[in-house]
C-alpha cells in the first residue's frame, strides 16, 4: 500500500498495527500536510457489528478537542475502504522511550499530569478510553502528551457494542474489574494510567507474569512494591498516591482525575528536596489501643486514650493524624502494620495496649516506621489513674520527638494543656463518648447523663460541655423534635468555647444544632472553624456539605460529602447525600456508582463488624434499591434479630418493610419504635418511604392525635 493514494491521501509508510486496524503515515494532497491514517481491516468492514465499534471510535474521539488527545480529522470511505484522519505525531511511542530506563521524577509527573489532564477532558464528556496503556500513548519532539486510539471508548448514551463479560484492554494495563469481565468505567482508566505512572519511575511494569493469565493473577491479588523502596530520589508522598491510583477496589481509587492532579500538584508545590524531606508534614495512624485488663468493660478507656491521643496531635502543623474513624476499623484486626499502614496511606503507626485494674495503670505503646518495619519509638509507663494526664503529655512528646517534629512555642503550650485534671471527670468523659458514638436513644441519654457528671465534677471541663452538646444535637436529630434539645446543645457547645476557644468538637457540635435549627449562616461559621481547627472534623464536612446542598451548590456540596466518606466510611447519611446531589445535577452514572461504591462498602464493614444492625439495614434497603430483594430480606431479617430494641434502626426497618411491600411488618417495626421513644411524628407524617402505608387502618391509627 505505501504510495498508493487512497481519496486523497498518499500513503508514506506504516507506523503500526492493532486488533481495530493497521496505521500509516500519510500525506493529505489537499491540505499539504502530514496524517495518520487508520483502516478497518477487510475481514472486520464485513461486520456490521465490528464497523459500528470503528465508528464510534471516530464519533467519540472527534467530539474531543484537547491538547493532550490526539486529534481526529474526517471518517472516509474510499475502494471499499473505511478509514479515520487523525493527527500525525512525529515523536517517540512512551512505551518506547520507557524501554531506556527509569524516567526522572520531574519528568514522569509532567507526562502522568498531561495524561490525566486529557483524561478528565475525556471523562466529563462521558467517554472512557478502556485501553490506556504507554503503547497508547505518544510523544511529540516537543515532549507534549497525546492520547492515541479511543477503539475501545466506551460513550456514555450509545449502545455498548462491546459485548459484556469480555475483558477488553492490555493485560498488563487492565484495573482488576477489567480482567473480571466486569464494566469499565472512568476508574478503570486511572488504573491504567497508575500502571504508567509506575512503569515510567520503576522502568518496569508493577504487575508481572510469564503469561497472560498470570500477570491477570498478580493484578488481583498482589500489592505493588512502593517505589521509594528502590528509588531514594522519589518523595514518599508519591507511593501514597501510587496506592491510590492502583487500588484493588475502584471505590478507594482516586475517583476523578481532577482530585489525583490535585494530590500531585500539591506535591510539586510544596517543593520539598529530599535535605527538606525531614521538616515534611508526617502522617500517622494511632491504632485503638488493646484492652488487656481483666475487665472488659474498660474497652472504652483503652479506645478513650487513643483518641485523646489523635486529637492532641491533630493540633500541631506538622503531624497529619488519621480520623479516628478510619483507625478503629482496625480495632482488633489481624493484618500486619505494614498493610495497616499503606491502607490508611500513612508513614508511622502507634499502637498500645492498656492494662486498667481499679486505680492501678499500666499503659504500653509503640510507634513504628511502615517503610521501614522498625520501631522508633516504644515505652511502658505505670502508675495510678490520676497520671493519666503526666501519661498523655509525655507519650506526645515522645511520638513528636521521634518523628523530629520542630514545635513552635504555640504548639508547645497546646501539648501541655490539659482539659482536665480531675481523673474521675476524666473517666467520667471517656464513658461518654463511648456511649455517644453508639448513637441509640438509650445510649445517648446515657451519654448525656455521664458527661453532665463530668461537668459536675469539673465546671471547666470544655470537652465535656463540647460531648453534652453533640449529644444534645444528636438527640434532637434523632429522636425527638423538641427544640429544647437544640438550645441546650447550642448552650453547652458555647460554654465549652468559653473554656477552650481552640476546640474544635464543640465548633462542630454548634454547626450540628444550628443547621437543625436553620440559622445556616452560624451553622456554616461554625462548620468552617472545625475543619480549620481539625482537618479530619467529619461532622464539620457533613454540615457544610449540606448547608450547600440546600443553597444549590451542588458541586461544592460533592467534594465535602466524598470528603465525609473518606473521613468515616461508615457514615451512611454521607453516601445518601452524595448520590441526592449527583442526582440533582443530573449526573444519573456518578449517582448510581455512589449507590454501588455504598453497597462495596457496607459488605467489607458488615465482614468486620457483624453485629451492627444499623449498617445491615441501611445495606439490606440499598440491596432492594438495585434488585437484590432476598438478600435484602436476608439482611432486614438479621437485623431485627441482632437489635430489636433499637428505635432507631426499627423506623428504618419500617420503611426497608414498607418499600417492599410488606405493610404487616413495617407496621409491627413503627409501632416497636414509637414504643420505644421513636418520636418524630412530622416526619413520619411526610417520609415518602412510608407512603405505601398512608390508607392503612393501623398507620392512621398509630399517627392518631400526634
Known sequence: MINETISHYRILEKLGEGGMGVVYKAEDLKLKREVAIKFLPHHIASSQEERSRFEVEAQAAAALNHPNIATIYSIEEDKEEVFIVMEYIDGPELGEKIRHGPLGVEESSRIVTQIASGLQA????????????????????AGQVRIMDFGLAKVKWSILVTREGTTVGTAAYMSPEQARGDKADHRSDLWSMGVIFYEMLAGRLPFK???????????????IEPITGFREDVPREIDDIMAKLLSKEATERY???????????????????QGEKEEEQKRVAVLPFENISPDNETDYFAEGLAEELIINLSRIRNVSVVARTNSMLYKDSKKDIRTIGRELRARYVM????????????????????????????????????????????VSKEIV??????????????????STVDADAFDLYLRGRDFLYRMSKNNLQFAIQLFQKATELDTRYASAYAGLGESYAHFYQFFDRNVQWLDKAIESGLK????????????????????????LDEANAAGQKAIELD??????????????????????????????????????????????????????????????????????????????????????????EVGKVEEAKTQGKIALELSPNDTLMLYNSACFYARLGEPKTAIDCLRKAVVGGYGMFEWMKRDSDLDSLRSDPEFIELLKDK
Open 401 to 418: 520527638d521521634a518523628l523530629r517534629v520542630k514545635l513552635s512555642p504555640t504548639e508547645k503550650v497546646v501539648l501541655e494543656k490539659r
Open 535 to 624: 482537618p479530619n472534623s467529619f461532622v464539620g464536612h457533613w454540615i457544610l456539605g449540606r448547608i450547600y446542598h440546600s443553597t444549590d451548590r451542588d458541586r461544592e456540596a460533592i467534594e465535602l460529602f466524598n470528603k465525609v466518606i473518606a473521613l468515616n466510611p461508615d457514615f451512611y447519611s454521607a453516601y445518601a447525600d452524595l448520590r441526592m446531589c449527583y442526582e440533582r445535577i443530573g449526573d444519573n452514572e456518578q449517582a448510581r456508582a455512589t449507590l454501588n461504591r455504598s453497597i462495596e462498602m457496607a459488605r467489607r464493614y458488615l465482614s468486620q463488624h457483624p453485629d451492627d444492625a444499623r449498617a445491615r439495614i441501611f445495606h439490606a434497603i440499598e440491596l432492594a
Open 122 to 141: 475525556a471523562h466529563q464528556k462521558g467517554i472512557v478510553h478502556r485501553d490506556i496503556k504507554s503503547g497508547n500513548i505518544m510523544l511529540t519532539k
Open 255 to 273: 475517583q476523578n482525575a481532577g482530585d489525583f492532579l490535585s494530590d500531585l500538584q500539591r506535591l510539586e508545590s510544596s517543593g520539598t528536596s
Open 496 to 519: 465549652a468555647l468559653m473554656y477552650d476557644s481552640s476546640l474544635s468538637e464543640a465548633y462542630a457540635a454548634l454547626a450540628l444544632a444550628y443547621y437543625n435549627k436553620k440559622s
Open 209 to 223: 507474569g510469564d503469561f497472560e493469565q498470570a500477570i491477570v493473577y498478580s493484578i488481583m491479588n498482589q500489592e
Open 351 to 394: 499502637e498500645g495496649s492498656v492494662r486498667r485494674f481499679k486505680d492501678d495503670l499500666r499503659i504500653s505503646v509503640q510507634l513504628i516506621d511502615v517503610d521501614t518495619g522498625t520501631q522508633l519509638w516504644g515505652e511502658t509507663y505505670k502508675g495510678k489513674l490520676a497520671d493519666v494526664f503526666d501519661i498523655q503529655e509525655k
